[in-house]
């Protein structure tokens, strides 16, 4: 499937956007926007299928520490830059065909990127537990919980993936 990746625009119709995950879709609807336009933390790109937002993907630049990364080199004793993906989701329209692999791809691409002009280890997720084997096929490792553990919602699984392991096309 081919899809234009493209950052989100203000007159965007967000509202439109389903994936199932009631979570996923207030941030899309709400806070997207905010955190772009508004506040500058984080940027979301979105899969376009003419007009149709068929899945969008949200990512900020991080730093973690170096002695929890699985890089497979030694690195220095002080926090290094990542990207960090906060969000990725497809609609339910556009499950199974390829959008979400896209998105991410997107994503890999954006941290080479920023690897080659500012300096970037990897990319960090905290997936949710239904998106853990997604990232798995990927290359994604699993790392320990840093920060943000929180009794009331359930926690993530912090994963990670080396730039350095990263083959050239998924």
Do not use: W
């Amino acid at each position: 499937m081919t899809v234009e990746i493209r950052a989100l625009q203000a007159e965007d119709d967000r509202a439109a956007f389903h994936s199932g995950d009631e979570a996923l879709d207030l941030y899309f609807h709400r806070y997207a926007g905010q955190n772009q336009f508004r506040h500058h933390i984080g940027v979301t790109y979105v899969a376009m299928d003419a007009t149709e937002i068929l899945g969008f993907v949200t990512v900020s630049a991080a730093q973690l520490s170096a002695d929890d990364l699985p890089t497979g080199r030694r690195m220095p004793p002080y926090p290094v830059p990542v990207l960090r993906l906060a969000r990725l989701a497809t609609s339910s329209s556009a499950r199974g065909r390829g959008v979400g692999k896209s998105l991410l791809r997107f994503a890999i691409e954006l941290a080479e990127r920023m690897r080659e002009e500012v300096g970037c280890v990897g990319i960090a997720v905290d997936a949710k537990a239904d998106a853990v084997s997604f990232y798995l096929r990927f290359g994604f490792v699993p790392i320990g919980l840093v920060e943000g553990a929180s009794g009331i919602i359930p926690a993530p699984s912090p994963m990670f993936l080396p730039l350095g392991a990263v083959p050239k096309q998924r």
